[in-house]
């Protein structure tokens, strides 16, 4: 009810999310889709990478609330199936989970269950500077929601030239283009999202930044205020 009467009364409303921006306009109310953005100024290429294509310790980041819609039990199993795809390669992962939640008890108790302590680490909530660091210093990010609106950590990640591997609802806005700024799992299979991080050092930096230059601040945040403020 109180989402009718903001819709009915607004000049126009501005919608992070694009499934939701269309069933506003079917439903006749004047809605702009919008993407989210990322701060260039905290998210943006480290020049570790060149040096961390030659390691053969490669880092996985998973960054969000440990809570059901974001699945981080998801992201632990898929570590655990890219750890037994790796057994036997001399190229081998370790894994950083940000965040706090909920299920933090849960993923303790699968990270033991599974024997992965020496590979998992759980960095609890940190701030926007070291996310930015870890993802600088990264080579890939995992995102395993359920559903999300329009995703700034993607952003973000990109924004630091750092591949995105997601499950299909982790990315509504259809930011992720295939073998140019990360890979899409058709399924919420464990085995089939770790397949996904093969060859991840095959990216082109520079291209995954690129991709997502207009979501920066300074692009978005402009066309933001011009919105709400009636100008073109």
């Not at 909920?102 to 960095?123: E, F, G, P, S």
């Not at 997502?212 to 692009?219: G, L």
């Amino acid at each position: 009810m109180l989402e009718r009467i903001v819709l009915q009364n607004a000049d126009l409303t501005v919608v992070f999310n694009k499934t939701s921006a269309e069933d506003y306009r079917l439903r006749g109310y004047p809605v702009e889709q919008m993407r989210t953005w990322y701060n260039e100024r905290v998210y943006f290429p480290g020049s570790s990478h060149d040096r961390r294509i030659q390691s053969p310790v490669l880092t996985a980041l998973w960054v969000g609330r440990l809570e059901n819609p974001k699945d981080p039990l998801l992201a632990i199993e898929v570590f655990d199936a890219l750890e037994r795809r790796n057994s036997d390669s001399p190229q081998q992962w370790r894994y950083l989970v940000i965040g706090d939640g909920t299920l933090r008890a849960d993923l303790q108790q699968m990270i033991a269950a599974r024997n992965l302590q020496h590979r998992v680490k759980l960095l609890g909530a940190c701030s926007r500077e070291e996310v930015g660091n870890h993802m600088r210093t990264a080579d890939a990010l995992l995102m395993t929601s359920h559903f999300e609106g329009s995703p700034r950590v993607m952003y973000e990640a990109m924004g630091s030239a750092l591949p995105v591997i997601a499950t299909a609802e982790a990315d509504p806005d259809k930011a992720i283009k295939s073998e140019v700024n990360g890979r899409i799992s058709k399924t919420r299979d464990p085995q089939d999202l770790a397949g996904l991080f093969e060859k991840i050092d095959s990216f082109d930096r520079d291209a995954i930044v690129n991709s997502v230059h207009r979501q920066s601040a300074s692009f978005t945040v402009s066309r933001l205020w011009n919105l709400t403020n009636g100008e073109k």
